[in-house]
């Protein structure tokens, strides 16, 4: 009952359209890659998921993970189609070419991150930690250890998994009790337990590399005492060749809500030989390489799972016969109307899409601005780009995960009660959906990470790569008379954010629970701003394209722009509101009232 076709046109229409695709191709390196490239790529891309990933997704929700003796097995097919999916190279896509990857810009892959997200989003989580741990290896790890561990990363014959949470440890990494004894060779023995490790263990390739935080003897307490090390499950001869096991095992796996596909691990370290990346006590910086990372493709996670949500909600809304129209029958010769007449029903189908296109948009231009700030050759320009992106990170990740959540939501809700049936598929991605904006940092994290971490950074200097854009833009359109109905309202929103921001900023200096209190809501506000100024570029372009061949496509992106404008962005308001209303409602309730 649930379908998905690759969302081609407008993955192209963002990267080519909205976002200058010249811009990736002015990269040094990146000379290559035309848009025509990208096209290909991801027709490709979506094709592989659509037919071998896809059909694997409720049947890896049934069946689940299963653990036996130490040993976890993925449910039926996985092997093969992860198999499948390293022959095609779709691992290789943004490793550097030294260590045998294709040195795609990683906007490319994030698309296809999407892509994998919709066909099978527990699927996506091996291969997706194996990328990230790549990144801080690359960034952390000596060369010989490069050498030794990265080609085989890349090619996907091995996978990554990241270490931090322990019983005792979750938000609070601080806490963390894993131990790290120094050797005389330079190596480290590792002992302790790790719990929730995604892909901790599984059976789809021959070795896993964890990226593990401990602590060496005598380390400082806290955050700075804090180590990274790369432990590999089989240990690693200087050749490459795979040796003795480690000391690596699994204790056992989580039955879980969702993503039952996706082993959830506790791995014990019993004495396993692991190797330092970066300095001694400062594995939060290094680590922080794969966080980033894994926070954007959790966004995309959302992303992914929303837009397969939507088409299953649009098409179920196309067939189900139920009641008729209020302007009066629609379908004669039927015995109902669809429910696609119903307003209600376009109200939920319209929220999915505005969300899901306008969240592509941000994506799209986080991703851009990521390779910037990796490939530019301008010292400035790649500083510029790394604040934008060290600044929308938080709400990549935060806003489009409940996005995610709320979009497979109201997809169950299309779907009536046949939603809440199992068989149906919907309810599974209900499920699916809900981790997202747990792990990686809780989405309430992410908030705090925004107002508290990058807003005040540098005197604001971050918020500068968003705050001039919007301003420049709403001034380049203000007499455009065409889109004064999408200028009006977001520049009343954006005035909201800039007045909560300053009074934040004000009053966070004097308590900050303040800022706390409000970071929630604030998160939310600078995202509903962000996509209202994507939307109104859409709709700038959907305007200009209004009688061309692709006429039903640029129209639905200026009316699903004023569906946004109209029904969404008001949110502000309250939002607004709320921010301003200050801590004490809730820092003064009394504890035992609880
Ligand atoms: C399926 C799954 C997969 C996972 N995969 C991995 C993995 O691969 N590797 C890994 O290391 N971990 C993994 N995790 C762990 C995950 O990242 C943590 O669960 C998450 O970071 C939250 O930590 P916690 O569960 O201990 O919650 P807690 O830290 O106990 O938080 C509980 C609540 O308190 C709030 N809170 C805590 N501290 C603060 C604060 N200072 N200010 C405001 N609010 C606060 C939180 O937002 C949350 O709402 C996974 C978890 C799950 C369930």
């Given at each position: 009952m649930t379908s998905y076709t690759t969302p081609l046109r407008d993955l192209l229409f963002v990267y080519s359209e909205l976002l200058n695709p010249a811009v990736i191709q002015a990269l040094p390196g990146y000379e290559e890659v035309t848009p025509e490239l990208v096209e290909s790529i991801l027709a490709e891309a979506g094709k592989f998921c659509e037919e071998q990933l896809f059909p694997l997704n409720r049947s890896g929700d049934e069946e689940g993970c299963r653990f036996e003796q130490g040993r976890v097995?993925?449910?039926?097919?996985?092997?093969?189609?992860?198999?499948?999916?390293?022959?095609?190279?779709?691992?290789?896509?943004?490793?550097?070419?030294?260590?045998?990857?294709?040195?795609?810009?990683?906007?490319?892959?994030?698309?296809?991150?999407?892509?994998?997200s919709s066909a099978n989003f527990s699927f996506g989580l091996y291969p997706g930690l194996t990328g990230g741990a790549c990144s801080a290896?690359?960034?952390?790890?000596?060369?010989?250890?490069?050498?030794?561990?990265?080609?085989k990363m890349v090619a996907?014959?091995?996978?990554?998994?990241?270490?931090?949470?322990?019983?005792?440890c979750g938000t609070d990494l601080g806490l963390l009790r894993t131990k790290a004894e120094p050797q005389q060779d330079g190596s480290y023995l590792l002992s302790g337990s790790k719990m929730f490790i995604t892909a901790g263990e599984h059976d789809l390739t021959e070795n896993i590399i964890h990226l593990v935080l401990a602590r060496t003897p005598g380390a400082p307490k806290g955050i700075k005492g804090i180590s990274l090390f790369l432990v590999p499950k089989i240990s690693v001869r200087d050749d490459g060749k795979l040796a003795a096991p480690n000391g690596v095992s699994c204790g056992s796996i989580e039955q879980k809500m969702g993503i039952h596909a996706s082993s959830t691990c506790v791995i014990n370290f019993d004495a396993a030989q692991g190797y330092l990346l970066g300095e001694l006590n400062q594995g939060m910086e290094a680590m922080f390489v794969m966080m980033n990372n894994e926070r954007l493709a959790v966004g995309?996670?959302?992303?992914?799972?929303?837009?397969?949500?939507?088409?299953?909600a649009v098409a179920y809304a196309r067939e189900r016969l139920q009641g008729r129209s209020l302007s009066g029958t629609k379908h004669p010769d039927k015995p109902a109307d669809p429910i696609l007449v119903h307003p209600d029903v376009r109200r939920m189908l319209l929220t999915m899409r505005a969300y899901g296109e306008g969240n592509r948009a941000l994506v799209g231009w986080v991703a851009r601005e990521l390779d910037r700030s990796l490939r530019h050759p301008d010292p400035r320009s790649r500083r510029d780009a790394a604040d934008c992106v060290a600044l929308m990170t938080p709400i990549v990740k935060a806003f489009i995960t409940d996005c995610g959540f709320e979009l497979a939501n109201l997809g169950m809700q299309v779907f009536g009660g046949h939603g809440y049936i199992r068989e149906n598929g919907m309810e599974q991605y209900v499920r699916d959906a809900r981790i997202a904006q747990i792990y990686e940092g809780t989405n309430g994290i992410q908030a705090l990470d925004l107002i508290g971490r990058k807003l005040p950074v540098h005197t604001g200097r971050y918020l500068r790569h968003f705050f001039h854009p919007?301003?420049?833009y709403l001034e380049e359109k203000e007499n455009d008379a065409g889109l004064l109905v999408f200028v009006l309202p977001l520049a009343k929103a954006f005035g909201r954010l800039q007045q909560a921001?300053?009074?934040?900023?004000?009053?966070?200096m004097e308590n900050p629970?303040?800022?706390?209190?409000?970071?929630?809501?604030?998160?939310?506000?600078?995202?509903l701003v962000a996509l209202g100024y994507l939307w109104l570029r859409m709709a700038d372009l959907g305007i200009r394209n209004q009688d061309g061949d692709e006429a039903v496509f640029y129209r639905a992106k200026v009316d699903t722009a004023r569906f946004y404008f109209e029904r969404i962005l008001p949110q502000t308001g309250a939002l607004f509101a709320s921010i301003m209303s200050g801590s004490s409602t809730m820092m003064q309730f009394n504890d035992e009232a609880f």
């Open positions: 097995f993925t449910p039926e097919g996985f092997k093969a189609a992860y198999a499948a999916f390293t022959e095609a190279g779709w691992t290789t896509l943004q490793g550097h070419p030294e260590y045998g990857g294709q040195g795609l810009p990683k906007y490319i892959n994030i698309m296809l991150e999407e892509i994998i290896i690359n960034g952390y790890a000596s060369e010989e250890l490069k050498r030794r561990f990265l080609p996907g014959e091995w996978s990554g998994a990241m270490c931090l949470t322990e019983p005792q995309i996670q959302g992303l992914g799972i929303g837009e397969v949500a939507y088409q299953s919007v301003k420049a921001t300053a009074w934040l900023a004000q009053k966070g629970e303040e800022m706390g209190a409000a970071a929630t809501e604030y998160l939310r506000l600078f995202a």
